[in-house]
């Protein structure tokens, strides 16, 4: 497939006034990355350099560098959200305000892939959707295909029976189809691709769902009405919101998405413009330029970067605006919502596939005529991975480190003539000083959402009050803290898997809420807690002072199996729950849909 870069299109609407926008912000913003990244660097070298720079020190300081711009990189992205937002500017995407009727010509697809999921889950999403779309008055103009790469028999007759009841509950026949795949390739990338040589040139913008997604109709019709004022969009993805989280670990992160993700969101956009991420669900797409330019080609050699492309979305955006196409993210657009994993080894066996699929974007952020903010998007995933293994690397070269020194005899007279001796330099203050900075670039986000949150009455109250958010908020980065030395381990060894080639298998997820047992805790975490005794005693014998640096990864690994047993209680979420902590909008005013949804899928 031959692809035409981006600088032979033609010049799009207002590309000019575009280009100096996006120059003059990013400018801006990667300055202030670029001198805070120095800044701590330099001030790291000073500390680490007092009794000279030996070449396992300097590793430690480029490796502390590094993860500090990585910091500064997400703090900053935050500070500009949080200033376009009390701006008030849209950002140059203009959303509709009230529903437009959609042309007849217009026919929009909306496909849920599915792959052994469960259907009642299906059913109740579908249905909700459904009906809410028919009271916009405008479900004419929609069609949905469930499109199945299931190959269990049981499976796909169960599919089948709730299709089946699904159209003739709604009346839905000649509206809602069922097409199962007999030859499954390119898995969900390739089941999509199947419908757009199928069905695609019957529709002009096909959503994509997910098998854990529900949308609003109205925002489903905004979305159309959004792609048919700019003709120069190709993709517009919202943020989904997450729902219906039971257990303590899955409410700690849609509590934290629904407090921490809209100011990070808006910071993404305001230096992405329309060259954001696409991630493959909740989202509205321009059928035929999408099939002209988004086919995924095999890349050459094996793995980790050779071979089929397994995280589709994000290439499918820097393909489509290579191609002159804009994709936007309109965070701002209610309605859109997902699930998330029900437990902690469940979102850890999620983040191996993802994982898997992001080191081959480390290949693709080359490929010619890929925009620079995809380029960026392209890196910043791997960073999500790379940043755990990073620093889990930094802590064992402080350890080493540590170790060196113990077992290294300080010389006070270099000389016998030396009237003086030479002490050694220790900087305490600056240190207290960088750890200082490095904690407000970690906090001062979650103040700045709080804030952001407490000025509308309106918001306050959809998290169950003020104290009730502060106090949410408190917990969370504690119980946050908890957990990320366990994430820190396992994105680790996922690094070391992929970069040594180990294959993954693919699963489906496991959408349904249930406790982690006490001997799947062992296996997962059992290795790990041995580690963590063998290094925190290390390190207490050679440097106490490093002893409490590495007991804050140390002590969460030692109780990381009922830490992983604990948090993977509904009963505990529940409790929490009752409590007022951790609630979000969803659960205080829940939409029409949703409501919808709880009541087909709990009854």
């Known amino acids: ?295 995924l080609p095999k890349l050459s050699g094996g793995a980790p970067f050779g071979g089929e492309i397994l995280s589709h979305d994000f290439v499918e955006a820097a393909l489509m605006r290579r191609a002159g196409w804009g994709v936007w993210l309109a965070y701002e657009l209610e309605g859109s919502y997902e699930e998330l994993p029900p437990n902690l080894l469940e979102e850890l066996e999620r983040d191996r596939r993802w994982c898997q699929g992001n080191i081959q974007h480390l290949r693709l952020m080359f490929m010619r005529g890929i925009a620079f903010g995809h380029r960026i998007l392209f890196l910043n995933g791997n960073l999500f991975y790379f940043s755990s293994f990073l620093w889990f690397s930094l802590l064992v070269l402080m350890t080493a480190h540590a170790v060196a020194n113990f077992l290294h005899t300080t010389v006070y007279f270099s000389s016998e003539r030396m009237l003086f001796p030479h002490w050694p330099v220790q900087y305490r203050a600056l240190s207290i000083q960088l750890l200082m900075a490095t904690a407000a670039l970690l906090f001062i986000p979650k103040i700045l959402s709080v804030v952001l949150i407490a000025v509308s009455p309106q918001k306050r109250a959809h998290f169950g009050g003020l104290a009730r958010l502060a106090l949410s908020v408190l917990l969370e980065t504690l119980f946050s803290t908890l957990l990320a030395p366990l994430r820190m381990i396992f994105h680790t060894w996922y690094v070391v898997l992929n970069l040594i080639g180990q294959k993954l298998t693919w699963k489906p997820q496991n959408r349904r809420s249930n406790r982690t047992s006490l001997a799947e805790a062992l296996r997962a975490y059992g290795p790990g807690t041995v580690g963590a005794m063998v290094w925190g005693a290390l390190a207490y014998a050679v440097n106490k002072t490093l002893f409490w640096w590495v007991s804050v990864i140390v002590v969460p690994l030692l109780f990381a199996v009922p830490i992983s047993v604990f948090f993977s209680y509904p009963s505990l979420g529940r409790f929490f729950r009752a409590r007022g902590l951790f609630l979000t909008p969803g659960e205080i005013a829940p939409s029409k849909v949703l409501r919808r949804f709880q009541e087909l899928f709990f009854q």
């Open 1 to 295: 497939m031959a692809y035409r870069p981006f600088s032979t299109m033609a010049p799009r609407r207002g590309d000019e006034e575009r280009c100096r926008t996006l120059a003059l912000r990013r400018s801006g913003f990667f300055i202030l990355v670029a001198v805070s990244t120095f800044i701590a660097g330099s001030t790291f070298t000073t500390i680490l350099g007092a009794q000279g720079l030996s070449p396992l020190a300097w590793s430690i300081i480029g490796t502390f560098t590094f993860l500090f711009g990585w910091i500064s990189f997400n703090f900053w992205t935050v500070i500009f959200g949080f200033l376009a937002e009390i701006a008030g500017k849209n950002d140059q995407l203009d959303l509709p305000r009230v529903l437009q009727p959609i042309a007849a010509s217009t026919r929009v697809a909306l496909i849920m892939p599915v792959y052994n999921e469960e259907m009642a889950r299906i059913y109740s999403a579908l249905r909700a959707t459904y009906e809410s779309l028919r009271e916009t008055g405008q479900l004419d103009r929609f069609d949905i295909f469930i499109l199945s790469d299931s190959v269990d028999s049981e499976h796909v007759l169960m599919e089948e029976t709730a299709w089946s009841e699904l159209c003739r509950d709604v009346g839905g026949f000649g509206r809602i189809f069922y097409r199962r795949r007999k030859l499954r390739i390119h898995k969900k990338s390739g089941n999509v691709s199947d419908f757009c040589r199928r069905w695609g040139s019957q529709y002009k913008y096909m959503i994509i769902f997910d098998a854990d997604s529900l949308m609003e109709g109205e925002l489903l019709v905004r979305m159309v009405n959004v792609m048919e004022a700019r003709d120069d969009i190709g993709i517009l993805q919202t943020a989904p919101a997450a729902m219906n989280q039971t257990s303590l670990v899955s409410r700690l992160q849609q509590f934290a998405s629904h407090v921490y993700g809209p100011l990070f969101f808006a910071g993404l956009r305001f230096w992405q413009l329309d060259e954001s991420g696409y991630w493959g669900h909740n989202a509205i797409i321009r059928v035929a330029p999408f099939i002209k330019y988004c086919a």
